[in-house]
């Protein structure tokens, strides 16, 4: 059955907002995590690798926030600018958190976790930038 235009609307509505609202807290959360990292790099020896988990989360944090807007004002194609937001959510913290389970436990989180997430950062990278490239049509 095909729904009338108002609703569909509506529900489209919701869902970005609701979208929005889980990159906001996924956003909060990476950002409040890189700058808890960048302390602790500062005042550790050996921080180097905190100190590049922090930058990671904290530029993509600022990233996975602006692409969700671009995807939400129409600058991009909707679905890919999303699938690009949360791939930039997800790769920088699998990224980071490889480095920092690393650092504090001398562990992994599973093999090749810090290229696997590197390579989906990456990956959101052009999807955005494709999805831009062909932004939805009015």
Partial sequence: ARRNGAAAAGERAVTASAALR?????????GAA???????????????????ASSMLLVHACAAIGAALLAEAGATRRRAGLIATF???????LFAGELCLHWFAGTSLFVMAAPTG???????WLVLA????WPRRP
């Fill in 22 to 30: 889980i990159v906001a807290v996924c956003a909060g959360l990476m």
């Fill in 34 to 52: 890189g700058v808890a990292l960048a302390a602790a790099a500062a005042h550790l020896a050996d921080g180097g690798r905190l100190a590049t």
């Fill in 130 to 133: 494709l999805a831009a490239a």
């Fill in 87 to 93: 791939g930039l959510i997800v790769g920088p913290c």
């Fill in 118 to 124: 590197g390579t989906l950062t990456i990956a959101s």
